[in-house]
């Protein structure tokens, strides 16, 4: 992402003045990472991309209305809004996703070192599969402010603004969702390397 003052500030500040490309530049960058932000919260691609499309169309709307501060977050908190929202939505209606995340629409990270052995990239991928799945019995809330915080690299403070709650109820909420996940690791043999 752009520091103030590099090109997406000055993008920043022709959006704020009503240039409609200003702003289609800035969408652009932030769109794949929302995405997939967004994808592992609501667990279906069509619905991941109607919510970043809404996300950003209402981002536009009210860009008159941000204060400064990130950018990033300011989408982010959009986003993530809007996703728990739909979660609630289908919860109040009994519903599930129809279509599940595909494993290349979720991946978690790119391997660190070239070449890595075939057997260490299978059982990554395996591992990464029992994570996606763990995270989908995480309560919304929980798995938003943990993607947040071990995915997207938002510090404690700024996922509080992005999900307009306390620091404590951040901290509490990833704690839950770290403990469920590892629970469910520990339930399917999975060990860390630490332990």
């Not at 990464?128 to 947040?148: D, F, H, I, T, W």
């Amino acid at each position: 992402m752009h520091q103030p003052g590099s090109e997406g500030g000055e993008l920043l500040r022709r959006a704020r003045a009503g240039d409609g490309r200003a702003f289609e530049d800035l969408a652009r960058e932030s769109e794949a990472v929302l995405y997939r932000h967004v994808l592992r919260i609501v667990g279906g691609a069509a619905e991941a991309e109607d919510v970043v499309q809404d996300a950003l169309l209402s981002a536009w709307r009210s860009l008159a209305s941000f204060q400064g501060g990130s950018f990033r977050a300011w989408l982010f908190r959009i986003a993530t809004n809007r996703s728990i929202d739909l979660i609630r939505a289908r919860r109040r209606r009994g519903e599930l996703p129809l279509d599940p995340p595909e494993d290349e629409e979720v991946a978690w990270a790119e391997p660190v070192a070239p070449g890595p052995d075939p057997v260490e990239i299978a059982s990554q991928a395996e591992a990464v599969a029992v994570v996606e799945e763990a995270l989908r019995g995480v309560p919304a809330e929980q798995r938003a402010a943990l993607l947040l915080r071990d995915v997207e690299g938002f510090s404690y403070e700024e996922i509080a603004r992005i999900t307009a709650v306390e620091i404590g109820t951040v901290k509490s909420r990833i704690h839950r969702a770290r403990t469920a996940v590892r629970n469910v690791l520990v339930q399917r043999g999975w060990r860390s390397s630490a332990g």
